[in-house]
């Protein structure tokens, strides 16, 4: 099945916004057996988006669209629709109740301009929101598919993989194509690509090496006539390449380290707190992204002062002695956030976020530590000099540190 | 001048490379009087390619393309740009010399498949790259523009800032579009439209209403022969959605709430301490995002259990009372780390970020406070039950409400 995706926004034309939701639907699709064969950025014009709905309907089977579904007069993608489609739009009684519900839920009447969020066409069913006043729509016309969902990422992704994605998979026609994405730590890229060549010359499954913020990513990618048919092939790829890296595999696909350490502190029984200095709570934040890390995550600290390290329990002569800014430090600040916050694992940071070099160390020095009962781990980092990456980079190379860990255990 | 994008590469229709180029150009050719209409994202197939070029050159007056420059048999914008045009593509010898001796400089020998990044067309200059192999093309044809530049962002911004853009400004024939970002807070979309609805009929000034997570922001375009033109043209209309907006102003253009706040707290000459469960380390996380942060901020307690509250300074009995869930207890915690890490100004978060609710409030139910010395101030907020949406709503609502307390003091 051929597949165009539109975004819709002058913003997205004007550079202010950077296009995540196509590249999200194009990185979900082929699953589906959807091939992407074009994606299009364009603005709140009705005569332009009509149009660009008209081609990619000729050339494609299916057309994803996101944004313009919100309620002024800016959100045009229904009328766009209707207009390629030569169809009316028509208030749905029980779409507007729906809508009406929303707003008295949060105590507030519902403007009159949000009622077009409330319309269909003929060809068009709804897809329910519940997080967000704008519902999509799927409609179905001449053996064509058009799915319509909201701009925000957060209430597309929703839609997409509780309604679009189960929706679709009923669907396939063509090639299936499945990824296995394989992410390792510690190594570079290059070294990467060097351990894993054999595997590189291979067109299907075929291997991308792709150099991401936690690491070096190894997608495997297969097609085939169907899902298991594409698995069998990428089988002996995907256990090759987790013998050759071993213990510098940290996960699969959708893991992040956070969701990692979930698993891996669940799995233990074990409980955890944290001391940070340069990350200044992103890595307490990280980790309470997860659901469920209430029952692991005893709290955090953000000490960025000397004082505030000192007053929750890190020896002053500790610091004294070894300055803010050491591997000494950090223990000292691992093993503080354990007892402190009766947990069972503690870890410390410190570091220099920049923008000025601290105690002589250069901005991108940063010590992290781990501290258990039975046993210490440091972890030494010199990163590139930019605020976000030195705090993203130590959060994350500390999230899998831990995960590694606590395989050992 | 209408201009389009086309950025090429099977890897962006494979989600497996975000497409920076296009927001790079989108947001540098207003201010050279080019106005982008479409911006769309194509794969490595000629004809498809082809195709492109020929649409995109019916719409506009200026294509721009990124990306398939490169030596192998993938690397097809020059082929394309050929048959769209209807010419034929021949080595340029003094080309072909410049790109041997990169390889030389490099003490390598050029690869034969390097050779056709030495071609051009009858129609085309060369755009040089010193930065990489792929030189660009500058293509002018009966009235059209194509500029083909590389796709690796680093030698494209650089081919961007000392040569497309300077030979472009010299022929601005359009007009010159400046625009200016109001941030609001508080209101919905739909009732922010409402307010401001009388500049909404405006063509130029242009006002555009965008639903983002810091708040509704309305931007204002601007066209003119000059970029004074432009601005005079805007600033009764910024002047008058500021006077209906008023206090719900928080920002403008490139601001964030943490750099708000940052620039009203080191006016006020004051410092913050956090003591925050739901948003799990976010909020100090923003906060710290901020270079210099450690000059205003004491530090943070992530405080995720009514045990950790209580040790840090929080009353038990305020607790017992009113649930860890409530009005009083987001005090309670905000005066605790006012006191307890010995700043001016203390904020405290509680809340139900999920997956299930806790005692009774539903997920998405927040309390925060503000305390100072001689005040206290509220804020209750009922989020979409995302646990992402809870936490960043959270934090910018907070920060936002700081600001325009600081305003007031």
Request: proline fraction near 6%.
């Amino acid at each position: 099945m051929k597949g165009e995706i539109l975004s819709i926004g002058t913003e997205l034309l004007m550079g202010e916004l950077t296009d995540t939701n196509s590249v999200y639907i194009a990185s979900k699709a082929p699953a589906l057996g959807v091939t992407i064969q074009r994606m299009s950025q364009v603005g709140d014009d009705l005569n332009a988006l009509a149009a660009a709905f008209t081609q990619a309907l000729g050339r494609a089977d299916v057309v994803f669209s996101t944004g313009g579904l919100g309620p002024t007069q800016d959100d045009l993608t229904r009328e766009a629709i209707s207009l390629a489609l030569g169809e009316e739009m028509t208030v749905d009684p029980a779409l507007l109740e729906d809508l009406e519900a929303w707003f008295r839920y949060r105590g507030a009447p519902m403007p009159p301009r949000n009622k077009k969020q409330a319309t269909l066409i003929p060809s068009a069913d709804v897809i329910p929101n519940n997080q967000g006043t704008a519902p999509g729509w799927w409609v179905e016309k001449g053996g064509k598919l058009v799915i319509a969902m909201p701009g925000p990422p957060g209430e597309m992704t929703n839609i997409w993989t509780h309604q679009v994605s189960p929706k679709l998979k009923g669907r396939v026609t063509g090639q299936v194509i499945i990824t296995r994405n394989i992410k390792t730590t510690d190594l570079g890229e290059a070294d990467v690509a060097e351990r894993v060549a054999r595997y590189c010359e291979s067109d299907n499954p075929y291997l991308g090496i792709y150099a991401k913020h936690d690491g070096i990513h190894l997608r495997i990618i297969g097609r085939g006539a169907t899902e298991e048919e594409a698995r069998e092939l990428m089988r002996p790829v995907e256990e090759g390449i987790v013998a050759i890296m071993g213990p510098h595999v940290w996960g699969y696909d959708d893991d992040t380290p956070e969701r990692a350490l979930a698993q891996a502190l669940t799995e233990k029984g074990l409980t955890l707190a944290t001391m940070e200095s340069c990350t200044g709570g992103l890595l307490a934040s990280n980790i309470t992204d997860e659901p469920g890390s209430s029952g692991y995550f005893r709290g955090g600290i953000v000490a960025y002062s000397s004082e505030a390290k000192i007053a929750n329990g890190a020896p002053p002569e500790v610091i004294e002695a070894h300055g803010a800014i050491s591997p000494e430090t950090a223990v000292a600040m691992a093993e503080a956030a354990r007892r402190g916050l009766n947990a069972d694992i503690g870890v410390g940071i410190t570091g220099v976020a920049g923008p000025a070099e601290q105690e002589g160390k250069a901005v991108g020095t940063v010590f992290a530590a781990i501290s258990l009962e039975s046993r210490v781990k440091n972890v030494a980092l010199r990163l590139p000099p930019r605020r976000a990456v030195v705090k993203y980079r130590s959060v994350t190379t500390v999230l899998v540190e831990l995960c590694r860990l606590l395989k050992d255990l």
